[in-house]
């Protein structure tokens, strides 16, 4: 069965340092790879998906991940964050073999000191 | 667009009262998604509809039901709603891109079951 394990709970990071949450996932074949953010009372938003091609994704707001098929990673990282990131973010795996669904991690909570 | 909508915002709930979480989509997308979001746990799927006329279970059906209205509107109903049904509610709507469908958000239903 697919997972999605997000090892960190919450994340601290100053203002205009850069940031890297981590993301891991078991899955037989080759998977759908996707990281959204959800603000405070807010819906998800997709940052951004890997499918193929470019093992280096980039996405909206300035993010970007790394697919790693040795680590069964995918990464999200930001050269500099804004107090704005501060949210929680959400990576999801998913794949032909299920139907096309979701599995979502547990999600990370990222907080932003000024 | 308005994307993908939900009613309502908030809602409470006794324990055995009956109620229907409303979700529309504008995007003329064919798969439609239900999930609760739980702390720590990150999102699980209730019931999906891959197409207008079917719907599936997904990972915690158990205590609920859905109605895949038209194309656009996909409904969940608690038909004797538990304190365990406290949770925050998410429709999603998806469109397919190569072979994989990309998931978008509604704002979500919060709802508690006293």
């Known amino acids: 069965a697919q997972s999605v394990t997000q090892p960190d709970i919450h994340i601290t990071v100053s203002e205009g340092a850069s940031l890297e949450l981590r993301c891991n996932y078991s899955?037989?074949?080759?998977?759908?790879l996707f990281w959204y953010v959800q603000s405070p009372g807010q819906g998800l938003q997709l940052l951004l998906k890997?499918?193929?091609?470019?093992?280096l994704v980039q996405g909206i707001k300035g993010f970007e991940a790394e697919f790693k098929r040795s680590q069964s990673s995918f990464n999200l990282r930001k050269p500099s964050v804004h107090w704005s990131d501060a949210a929680e973010y959400f990576c999801?795996?998913?794949?032909?073999?299920?139907?096309?669904?979701?599995?979502f991690g547990a999600g990370t909570i990222l907080r932003v000191k000024s | 667009n308005a994307g993908v909508t939900q009613t309502p915002k908030f809602q409470v709930l006794k324990t055995g009262q009956s109620m229907t979480l409303q979700c529309a989509q504008d995007m003329n997308h064919n798969s439609m998604y239900w999930y609760r979001q739980d702390p720590g746990m990150g999102l699980r799927l209730i019931y999906y509809s891959a197409s207008e006329g079917t719907t599936d279970k997904g990972e915690v059906p158990n205590g609920y039901n859905v109605s895949r209205l038209n194309k656009r509107e996909f409904s969940l109903r608690l038909e004797s709603a538990a304190p365990s049904q406290t949770s925050v509610y998410f429709c999603?709507?998806?469109?397919?891109?190569?072979?994989?469908?990309?998931?978008?958000f509604g704002p979500g239903t919060r709802l508690l079951v006293l």
């Open positions: 899955y037989g074949a080759t998977p759908y």
């Open positions: 999801a795996v998913g794949g032909m073999e299920y139907g096309n669904k979701l599995v």
């Open positions: 890997y499918f193929s091609g470019d093992t």
């Open positions: 999603a709507s998806s469109e397919l891109w190569q072979g994989q469908e990309t998931q978008y």
